[in-house]
């Protein structure tokens, strides 16, 4: 499974990339504005650190869209992402650049019929919208990322759903489902990766490395 760590604070991200588990930064308009910065120099900042970022365009024109998206992918189009929003005319945009040999990524997609269009339209990934629809009190919003990896595993394997996770127990719910790729949350990753029973296990050799480094010492000492 593929992990997107959730932030654009190149100091957080300095420092969790030290993890070793992301494939690189996946962000939002509001965790950019967190960072009061011209998204261009944050962005070519982000990718000297992570190996690569995703950016949302704003919910515009699909000329405006367009023009946003060449000037982050003018950074360096191996390394940048770039996630469209899926309104009308965000279909568009996902078109234009899958025909301009991008991978782009659709966000907003609140329900498998939206999937379905932003597929057809050319993303090759998809940020499911599911908690729309559990807070409107329509579907579960696990349900309808089963849904969503349902129909991509029937209709194009080679489209892979990213979804965010706010617990660590949905990590292997979503795993099981076949999703390929999920986004953690920077204020999360403390409390993901804090396992008491981790620690207790590695507590319980405590002894024997007691009793190695007196072995070491003893041959140190010609003992």
Same mark, same amino acid.
């Given at each position: 499974?593929?992990?997107?760590?959730?932030?654009?604070?190149?100091?957080?991200?300095?420092?969790?990339?030290?993890?070793?588990?992301?494939?690189?930064?996946?962000?939002?308009?509001?965790?950019? &504005?967190?960072?009061?910065?011209?998204?261009?120099?944050?962005?070519?900042?982000?990718?000297?650190?992570?190996?690569?970022?995703?950016?949302?365009?704003?919910?515009?024109?699909?000329?405006?869209?367009?023009?946003?998206?060449?000037?982050?992918?003018?950074?360096?189009?191996?390394?940048?992402?770039?996630?469209?929003?899926?309104?009308?005319?965000?279909?568009?945009?996902?078109?234009?650049?899958?025909?301009?040999?991008?991978?782009?990524?659709?966000?907003?997609?609140?329900?498998?019929?939206?999937?379905?269009?932003?597929?057809?339209?050319?993303?090759?990934?998809?940020?499911?919208?599911?908690?729309?629809?559990?807070?409107?009190?329509?579907?579960?919003?696990?349900?309808?990322?089963?849904?969503?990896?349902?129909?991509?595993?029937?209709?194009?394997?080679?489209?892979?759903?990213?979804?965010?996770?706010?617990?660590?127990?949905?990590?292997?719910?979503?795993?099981?489902?076949?999703?390929?790729?999920?986004?953690?949350?920077?204020?999360?990753?403390?409390?993901?990766?804090?396992?008491?029973?981790?620690?207790?296990?590695?507590?319980?050799?405590?002894?024997?490395?007691? &009793?190695?480094?007196?072995?070491?010492?003893?041959?140190?000492?010609?003992?």
């Amino acid at each position: 499974m593929n992990f997107w760590l959730a932030s654009a604070n190149p100091e957080k991200v300095e420092t969790h990339m030290r993890l070793g588990i992301w494939r690189g930064v996946i962000t939002n308009p509001a965790v950019v &504005a967190a960072e009061r910065r011209d998204p261009v120099p944050l962005f070519t900042e982000l990718i000297g650190i992570a190996p690569y970022a995703w950016y949302q365009l704003r919910d515009a024109s699909r000329d405006a869209m367009l023009d946003e998206a060449d000037r982050m992918l003018a950074i360096d189009p191996k390394r940048i992402g770039i996630k469209v929003p899926a309104t009308r005319a965000g279909l568009g945009v996902l078109r234009t650049l899958r025909e301009q040999g991008a991978a782009p990524m659709a966000t907003v997609v609140p329900t498998a019929t939206w999937l379905a269009f932003a597929v057809a339209a050319g993303a090759r990934m998809v940020a499911p919208y599911g908690s729309m629809l559990q807070r409107a009190g329509l579907a579960a919003k696990q349900d309808e990322v089963a849904r969503m990896q349902e129909i991509l595993d029937v209709q194009d394997p080679d489209v892979q759903l990213c979804t965010g996770v706010y617990d660590a127990t949905e990590i292997p719910l979503y795993a099981r489902l076949g999703v390929r790729a999920c986004f953690v949350w920077e204020r999360d990753v403390e409390r993901f990766l804090d396992l008491p029973l981790v620690a207790e296990a590695c507590a319980g050799f405590a002894d024997d490395w007691r &009793a190695i480094e007196a072995a070491r010492s003893g041959v140190a000492d010609g003992r």
